[in-house]
């Protein structure tokens, strides 16, 4: 199999398995789509539903849907601007805070677990390069780089897997 195959099936078969841990430990009050809006509402609130169009891979209606079950459920709430009647505000709620930090609390532990099986270097090599291939790697200065890449050759002790630095 070539390195594009086996990087879709590896890869496919984490996300999937870290979705049904996510959709069982986040349940019954929070799903992974309202963790993400949470999420954007953490670093860019208040928010006008529109807002939310550019990071969410959906369309109005569905923003608008999920709007109003994280109503129902109490995490956000929407005001209308006082400027401006046509203008709505999303923004959190006391509880919508609470849950958003469990739910980064709960992804972490299920990405750490998995984390865990490699070495500390490997590891970190292994976010470096996932990185660079998503296109998310900021400019990094050349000392994280050179953190996450030094050595020739490296072997990860718990699988004897050998990497080399790229």
């Given at each position: 199999m070539d390195n594009a195959a086996d990087f879709v099936k590896s890869w496919s078969k984490l996300t999937k398995e870290w979705n049904a841990q996510m959709d069982a430990e986040l349940a019954p009050k929070l799903t992974v789509d309202q963790l993400e809006v949470l999420e954007l509402m953490q670093a860019h609130e208040p928010m006008k539903p529109s807002d939310l169009l550019?990071?969410?891979?959906?369309?109005?209606?569905?923003?608008?849907?999920?709007?109003?079950?994280?109503?129902?459920?109490?995490?956000?709430?929407?005001?209308?601007?006082?400027?401006?009647?046509?203008?709505?505000?999303?923004?959190?709620?006391?509880?919508?805070?609470?849950?958003?930090?469990?739910?980064?609390?709960?992804?972490?532990?299920?990405?750490?677990?998995?984390?865990?099986?490699?070495?500390?270097?490997?590891?970190?090599?292994?976010?470096?390069?996932?990185?660079?291939?998503?296109?998310?790697?900021?400019?990094?200065?050349?000392?994280d780089r050179k953190a996450a890449t030094s050595g020739t050759s490296t072997e990860d002790s718990d699988s004897g897997v050998e990497s080399s630095a790229i």
């Open positions: 550019p990071h969410l891979e959906t369309t109005p209606a569905a923003i608008t849907t999920l709007l109003d079950r994280m109503e129902r459920a109490g995490l956000v709430e929407r005001n209308r601007d006082e400027g401006d009647r046509r203008i709505v505000w999303v923004t959190m709620t006391p509880l919508g805070r609470s849950e958003v930090e469990r739910g980064v609390a709960v992804r972490s532990a299920i990405v750490n677990r998995s984390l865990e099986l490699v070495s500390s270097h490997n590891r970190q090599l292994l976010v470096y390069l996932i990185s660079k291939v998503a296109g998310t790697r900021e400019q990094s200065n050349p000392a």
